[in-house]
């Protein structure tokens, strides 16, 4: 069965179809109807499959690193350097995951008394992944072995160039190249065998890795206590790569989030203490996805998009308090700094874009360039650019030299990484995923280069992916929204890519009263509403307009996320609305 689809005024609404066996799998799990659905839509289809996903366990759910190809070879190489004293050097990104990836292998490394440094690449000096005169650097430091980390798979002439003066192993989980380097070994989810995540993100391929090391060190699948401490502790930092790259929570990375996420609180690491001391958050009770996600993910990448992301690996690996906590408050007061960059250029790029007519229905994505933009938040403008319009956008700087560092974001449906291979006769330099990218490319073919990107996009985006879109989980009744059911709702956090929290629609619901405005500015709306034998409360954030949308109308159907509201000792089940739709008789 297909889709159902509705429209408001704002949103096109999808509705997946029933899934037939909801009632069977509901009297087997001892819930409702709802809640199966939601597992359904989720690709989760009977009893063992659901108690995985809501209890996961790690020692059952977590795959054993031995099923990641390449990763066994690894350990061993890096194994034996540890014994021999050899020196490694890992070789991360400047993003989060590449961050914390690095973390990961260097902490571990270190346990293991093995000669280990670490070298990050400057977002604007020298881009993204490896690179010759980086390369040169750390081979004539005497570096026996590079490990690469959230990097390295599309760098096969330079693995190759550098082959004989020192072993490189690749771990990676971006797009593969059409030919894989010749590196001494590859651990890539997609690379030999079928891997059973393949949306491992780059410090969950560190982090299988790491365990696999541990391995090798105490001679034995089962890991001395030390090792075993240790690793449970890198599920916090394997569990912030997950969540800040975005990479879908279902599955295995359901699991390494989600108790990565649990770990936080209680951490030993000292960095991320001295992080979430400075994101006032070192009280809190729980962190969840979101506050991962818009708090402590903005700080470290900061980092790498103000100054030098080495500074945000050395805090996520020192042991000294006094400099975990100078680092900590540089980033935070970077991140304000970046802050108020990113809005200036975002409202420079929105004033182009409607001055140059570039949100015209003929034109299916956004490609922008300047050189008077701060490289480092360019990939932020771009998503803004993407929430705002509906449509791909490429931001670039334009350097003084003439080389243009160029990020890219995307709609869902439109594969970035193929879209910019697709245009890479114009390009220095490219890599990334479905939804971003980033390329480097000579200011004289930007022109060419545009041209040839809308022109890709015009051809592949219907006029469908080009309106918002609200996914929901199903069609339910007021009645159905009980504690319970809410309570397993909630249970299914971290929320993200593939599991978003959980939205429903209400029909036919009759208006209670008149639409109350709240908050300093009266942009928060709370509404009553009532079906047959059931009323609801529905609060909606920024929805200013919402009460001359309704004036005169007696009937409406919304979307919205149902949750627990607790309030003065007092727990009750609110609708948080995405979405209204007036029913006028």
């Known amino acids: ?98 961050m914390t990836a690095s973390a990961i292998l260097i902490s571990c490394i270190r346990l293991c008394e093995g000669d280990v440094g670490f ?73 030999g065998k079928s891997y059973a995540n393949a949306n491992l993100c780059g410090a969950g391929v560190a982090f299988k890795l790491a ?49 990565g996420l649990r770990g936080i609180p209680a951490v030993e690491n000292v960095g991320l203490k001295a992080l979430l001391a400075s994101a006032k958050l070192a009280d809190a009770r729980t962190i969840d996805a979101y506050q991962v996600g818009y708090v402590l993910a903005p700080r470290l990448n900061a980092a790498g998009r103000m100054g030098h ?20 408050e540089y980033l935070g007061a970077e991140n304000d700094r970046r802050r108020r960059i990113e809005q200036e250029i975002t409202a420079q790029a929105v004033e182009m874009v409607n001055h140059q007519g570039l949100d015209a229905p003929s034109d299916r994505a956004i490609v922008l360039a300047s050189d008077q933009w701060h490289g480092g938040v360019i990939g932020i403008v771009a998503s803004r650019l993407v929430d705002r319009f509906r449509r791909p956008a490429v931001v670039m700087d334009i350097g003084e030299d003439g080389v243009t560092q160029g990020s890219a974001r995307s709609i869902q449906g439109f594969h970035m990484a193929e879209a910019l291979a697709a245009c890479e006769n114009h390009l220095i330099s490219h890599g990334g995923h479905a939804m ?69 629609v209400l029909r036919n619901c009759r208006l209670v009263g008149v639409p109350r405005r709240m908050g300093q500015r009266g942009e928060t709306i709370s509404i009553m509403l009532e079906q047959g034998t059931g009323a609801i409360r529905c609060v909606g954030f920024r929805m200013g307009t919402l009460p ?30 995405k979405d209204v739709r007036r029913i006028d008789e």
């Open 119 to 191: 070298y990050v690449p400057h977002r604007l000096d020298e881009g993204y992944g490896l690179n010759r005169e980086a390369l040169e650097e750390i081979t004539t430091g005497g570096a026996d072995l590079i490990v690469t980390v959230d990097c390295g798979i599309s760098a096969g002439d330079l693995v190759e160039e550098f082959s004989d003066r020192v072993d490189i192993i690749i771990t990676d989980h971006h797009v593969l190249p059409d030919h894989l380097p010749d590196a001494c070994a590859i651990v890539h989810p997609h690379v």
């Open 436 to 504: 971003a990218g980033g390329m480097r490319i000579d200011a004289a073919e930007i022109e060419k280069f545009t041209a040839q990107f809308v022109d890709y996009a015009n051809k592949r985006i219907s006029d469908e992916q080009m309106l918002p879109c609200i996914e929901v989980e199903a069609e339910t009744k007021i009645d159905a929204l009980g504690f319970p059911v809410v309570q397993i709702l909630e249970s299914m956090a971290p929320f993200g890519p593939q599991n978003p929290r959980p939205l429903v």
């Open 548 to 577: 001359d949308y309704l004036l005169g109308a007696g009937t409406v159907d919304v979307v919205g996320r149902p949750n627990i509201n607790e309030f003065q000792g007092r727990r009750t089940i609110e609708l948080e609305l």
């Open 309 to 328: 992301a080495s500074e945000a690996v050395e805090l996520l690996t020192t042991d000294d308090p006094a400099r975990a906590k100078e680092i900590a």
């Open 1 to 98: 069965m297909a889709r159902s689809t509705w429209m408001s005024d704002a949103y096109r609404w999808n509705i997946p179809p029933l899934y037939d066996g909801a009632e069977k799998l509901a009297a087997e799990l001892g819930t409702t109807s709802l809640v199966a659905q939601v597992l359904y839509n989720r690709g989760i289809s009977d009893a063992s499959g659901a108690d995985a996903f809501l209890k996961p366990s790690l020692s059952r759910d977590l795959i054993d690193p031995l099923e990641l190809d390449g990763c066994d070879r690894a350990a061993e190489r890096i194994a034996a350097a540890v014994r021999k004293g050899e020196r490694i050097v890992i070789y991360g990104d400047y993003d989060v995951d590449g």
């Open 211 to 259: 365990w696999q090391v541990a391995r090798k060190i105490c001679g034995d699948n089962r890991v001395n206590d030390r090792m075993k401490q240790f690793l449970l502790e890198a599920t916090t930092l394997a569990g912030l790569g997950t969540i800040a790259d975005y990479v879908p929570l279902t599955g295995e990375n359901h699991v390494i989030a989600m108790f």
